[in-house]
Every structure is written in C-alpha cells, then in structure tokens.
C-alpha cells in the first residue's frame, strides 16, 4: 500500500469554506477511484486552519491517477484562494 499525508493550511476564516470541499474530496475519492482503500481528514485542534490527510493507495501509480482526476483538479481549483500551504509526504507502508 502507498501511504499519503498531506497538510493543509487555509487562510483563517475560511475553514467552514474547505472542511465541506475537503470532505467531498474524499468522499470522491472513496467512491471514484477503486485503488484509493482509506481517506481520513482531520482538523487541527490549535489551529483550525490546518487540516491533515492519511490517505492508502494501492500504488504510487494509483496515487499519481489521483493527481489527475476531474475531481481532484475541480478541489484544487475551488480551494486555490484560500490556500496558503500544502505539505505532501508519501511512502509505502510497511505492515
């Protein structure tokens, strides 16, 4: 399995903008993509507007069609604005 991680950070005030954006992205991604088996979302207690992802592939070529649907690129383009930062750290996993 190919793990994801990646990390989010939204201008503040626009949390309640990408929680329900992000949450369809995964959703999405669960539905579409037979290949993606796990997408959980998590919001930072502290600092609201982070937002963490664990995602599983199958592959890392699985990941990269991820990269590539209408439905991720529709989610980036929404979020583009009130995107400060993006952190993806990726590996395969190990049990």
Same mark, same amino acid.
């Given at each position: 399995?190919?793990?994801?991680?990646?990390?989010?950070?939204?201008?503040?005030?626009?949390?309640?903008?990408?929680?329900?954006?992000?949450?369809?992205?995964? !959703?999405?991604? &669960?539905?579409? !993509?037979? !290949?993606?088996?796990?997408?959980?979302?998590?919001?930072?207690?502290?600092?609201?507007?982070?937002?963490?992802?664990?995602? &599983?592939?199958?592959?890392?070529?699985?990941?990269? !069609?991820?990269?590539?649907?209408?439905?991720? &690129?529709?989610?980036?383009?929404?979020?583009?604005?009130?995107? &400060?930062?993006?952190?993806?750290?990726?590996?395969?996993?190990?049990?």
């Amino acid at each position: 399995m190919y793990a994801v991680l990646v990390k989010f950070e939204v201008k503040l005030g626009s949390e309640n903008t990408f929680k329900p954006l992000m949450l369809k992205q995964a !959703e999405n991604s &669960l539905k579409l !993509e037979p !290949e993606c088996h796990y997408f959980d979302v998590s919001q930072d207690d502290d600092s609201p507007n982070f937002f963490y992802l664990y995602e &599983l592939y199958t592959s890392r070529a699985a990941f990269n !069609e991820h990269l590539e649907s209408n439905h991720f &690129l529709s989610f980036i383009d929404a979020v583009s604005d009130i995107l &400060l930062d993006k952190v993806i750290l990726t590996g395969n996993r190990i049990n």
